[in-house]
């Protein structure tokens, strides 16, 4: 090894054994290091905050106001018993959700292989093929 | 101690018995290993220590794939190039030059003891880009081989012939506009 231009200590590398012991070393306390960092983090989340109580007037014309819809329709016999949210939603929404539910249908074949998998017993099975309807 | 009877030692359960020989057969070789990346003595030896730690906190986690020497000296060369960065981004904030520091740096040393030419050599080093200055300095300094060099960092034999070739025509470009 050529030796570097550097001199050390009298007794720096004797004693090198002696000074380093990590096992008496206190853990590190990882707050002092990170409080920039958890200050940044901290004026990030007012910020960001901030700009997303901001009133978006985008936001203020796609939705119509909820309380005026609710009340006009409240003693009408319009709101649908059965999903009674489906009133906010026009009718492109609801024709989407066909669509999605058409994809999604399960066939025969997976219910089959699904029944398998889960041990359903067989009289179990002939309920689920015979009936049209689920009966909650 | 040979690396075999520290492990065995760590193995045993006689952990501080075992870092302790750990300490005494690599502590000169990895104190100079750094010193070249840090700009005192005081810096090197905070340095040393902090790679020590790691070696302690990391040992549980030694498998015995690489040799124990590779290891080592894989966790030293980690912690020189984190410095190195830190020292970098330092002077970028700062706005100021790292080599005008380490040129003042070298002169103001009174553990530099080293002539002119010495002088502009280790300035000459520190514009090297990272991983050209590690590989020359394993090289020339610390008279490693490429294949050591190469386990060390991860990479082939002919990536660090490579390295350290530019490196040397770099340097040697400098020296001889000097000169």
């Not at chain 2, 070789?29 to 005192?40: D, E």
Request: net charge negative; aromatic share 12%; glycine share 4%.
């Amino acid at each position: 090894m050529k030796k570097m231009p550097y001199i050390v200590p009298e007794g720096y590398f004797d004693r090198l054994e002696d000074r380093v012991r990590p096992w008496e070393r206190p853990a590190r306390r990882p707050v002092k290091k990170a409080v920039p960092y958890i200050a940044a983090a901290a004026v990030a989340a007012v910020i960001a905050t901030g700009i997303s109580l901001m009133p978006s007037r985008q936001q203020e014309s796609y939705y119509p106001d909820i309380e005026a819809v609710y009340m006009e329709y409240l003693y009408s016999d319009l709101i649908p018993a059965t999903d009674p949210e489906l009133l906010f939603y026009d009718e492109g929404y609801t024709d989407s959700l066909n669509e999605v539910s058409d994809a999604y249908t399960v066939g025969d074949d997976e219910l089959v292989d699904y029944l398998i998998e889960s041990g359903a017993t067989i009289e179990e099975a002939r309920q689920i093929f015979l009936t049209d309807t689920l009966e909650y | 101690m040979s690396d075999e009877e520290i492990i065995g030692l760590y193995r045993e359960g006689k952990k501080e018995k075992a870092f302790n020989g750990l300490v005494r057969s690599y502590g000169e070789r990895l104190y100079w290993h750094l010193r070249s990346f840090v700009q005192s003595h005081e810096d090197a030896d905070d340095l040393l220590q902090e790679v020590f730690l790691k070696i302690w906190n990391a040992l549980p986690l030694f498998r015995g794939e690489a040799r124990l020497y590779t290891w080592v000296y894989r966790i030293a060369t980690n912690e020189a190039l984190n410095t190195l960065r830190k020292t970098r981004l330092k002077h970028l904030l700062s706005l100021s030059s790292p080599e005008a520091s380490y040129v003042a740096g070298l002169e103001s040393d009174p553990y530099f003891n080293g002539d002119e030419a010495q002088k502009r050599l280790l300035t000459a080093v520190c514009r090297l880009p990272e991983k050209q200055r590690l590989v020359f300095v394993m090289r020339y300094f610390e008279d490693m081989d490429y294949k050591e060099i190469a386990e060390i960092l991860r990479t082939s034999p002919g990536s660090v012939k490579v390295s350290y070739h530019h490196a040397y025509v770099k340097i040697k470009k400098e020296l001889s506009e000097d000169f």
